[in-house]
């Protein structure tokens, strides 16, 4: 007895440590590098740092398919860090966090006079759906037939339009029944009232703390009744039309919760995430499929200019998206949509 399970123990440790193996951290200078992120200076700026390092593959699929470049910052290596990983395409998971269908035709509207949403005026709103159809559906659709699986993430929970509109974790609707539900969104949507309060006129400050009572009265974001209607954020919010969502992608909300997508993407064979969608300092990192969570159990890939920040006092995202991706780059891998090329 004793010597079986001697060599049932020596069997487990040789299997544990099959499944490892010694990774080289080995840093070679990049001399002449060119900028990072330089594809779509438009939306975000490039990233220029002055030391530079290449490294081993560290994602080495047996059945790699998909080949993607990947970089991260270390302040103890005095630079950047790329290294090249290889992929099964099969295993890999597209994901979009938050395509929120505003301002686009569908319906769903920024409140006026001084309502706000997502990026919370019309015209930067546009601008991210201008993004969203130059760059991230096109990278979606060049993916979709090679990966295991692309999914949208949207706010709240999943209510019975939507259901019965998208592929959830839990189903897929019938022809009809998406049918049907288009037709009821589109009816809610546009039935609602888009009107809400207008900013103040008169506010009353003390005179010892007038700047303290100026911004208790006169918020920069308010995103609750008083400006956007009561009900406003119980709407069913649609993935933006400048995707072109396929009946086998999936949509998950951020109520049913992160052990809940994590067992859905297990389930389908998922091991890494290129991660896509918006916005890259607050839903794209905090939400249910957000890379803070996804980062536990999955190897994630930023794909950081397939993403935007929010862009207060500036006419351009580039600057903020810069600054929290590379910020980001501290605990993440961030890749480019022309660094991930498939066979």
């Known amino acids: ?8 123990l020596v069997f487990l440790a040789v299997s544990v440590n099959a499944q490892n193996r010694v990774y080289q951290n080995v840093l070679t200078p990049i001399e002449n590098p060119t900028p990072l992120l330089n594809d779509h200076p438009e939306f ?15 994602v080495d699929d047996d059945k790699a398919d998909l080949h993607v470049r990947a970089w991260r910052f270390s302040y ?15 295993a890999t998971a597209v994901i979009m966090v938050h395509p929120w269908g505003i301002d686009d035709g569908q319906g769903w509207q920024t409140p006026e ?28 659709k060049s993916l979709r037939d090679r990966v295991g699986l692309v999914l949208f993430s949207l706010r709240g929970g999943a209510d019975q339009i939507r259901t019965n509109l998208y592929r959830t974790i839990h ?17 809610v949507l546009n039935e609602f009232d888009y009107t809400g309060q207008a900013l103040p006129e008169k506010l009353t400050v003390s005179k010892t703390h007038p700047v303290r009572d100026y911004f208790r009265q006169f918020r920069g974001l308010d995103a609750g009744p008083r400006y956007n209607n009561k ?51 607050m839903c794209f990192c905090a939400t249910t499929a957000g890379y803070e969570n996804l980062s536990k159990d999955f190897n994630v890939f930023l794909v950081g200019d397939a993403t935007l920040a929010t ?11 810069n600054a929290h991706i590379s910020f980001a780059s501290l605990n993440q891998l961030i890749t480019q949509v022309s660094w991930i090329r498939p066979d």
């Open 1 to 8: 007895m004793k010597r079986l399970l001697g060599l049932s």
């Open 44 to 58: 975000v700026q490039p990233v220029v740092e002055s030391r530079r390092f290449s490294a081993p593959v560290l």
């Open 76 to 90: 103890n290596a005095r630079g950047i860090i790329e290294m090249p990983n290889r992929l099964e395409a099969k």
């Open 113 to 140: 006079p001084a309502g706000v949403a997502d990026f919370c005026t019309v015209e930067k709103n546009k601008l991210a759906g201008r993004h969203t159809r130059e760059v991230i559906n096109p990278f979606i």
């Open 171 to 187: 189903g897929h609707p019938s022809k009809e029944q998406r049918a049907k539900a288009q037709h009821q969104l589109t009816k």
């Open 231 to 281: 009900g406003y954020w119980d709407l069913p919010i649609p993935v933006c039309s400048d995707i072109d969502v396929f009946p086998d992608d999936v949509v998950l909300y951020d109520e049913q919760d992160y052990p809940a997508l994590k067992k859905f993407l297990q389930d389908n064979g998922i091991r890494h995430i290129l991660l896509t969608g918006y916005a890259t300092d």
């Open 311 to 321: 862009f207060p006092a500036n006419n351009s995202p580039r600057y903020a998206t």
